[in-house]
């Protein structure tokens, strides 16, 4: 079952960050283009928001899966050190 709820956040990610590809090639042809700065601002201000909805759900399946695992195993100062390390790349 784990490797199912992995495979399908896999699959969400992987559609995610091909839509940030595209997002990116289409800033680029903006750049290109000489397109008006704010509507440049505009897109790239959306691509910020997708990579942090890609973080999120990342750290969601961490802590969801990776982290629950360790603490099962009894790897308990490894999980609260991973825990820690998310908290501070997510305040970033």
Known sequence: M?????????KKLI???KIVEGQIRGLQE??????????????TSAVKQA????????????L???V???MQAGQTAKAKSEIL?????KRK
């Not at 903006?30 to 897109?43: L, N």
């Open 2 to 10: 784990l490797l199912n709820m992995l495979n399908s956040n896999q």
């Open 15 to 17: 559609r995610r960050l």
């Open 30 to 43: 903006m750049v290109a283009r000489g397109k008006y700065c704010i509507d440049i601002i505009t897109q």
């Open 51 to 62: 990579l942090s909805n890609i973080e999120d759900l990342m750290m969601e399946s961490h």
């Open 64 to 66: 969801g899966h990776c």
């Open 68 to 70: 629950i695992h360790q």
């Open 85 to 89: 390390k998310v908290y501070k790349l």
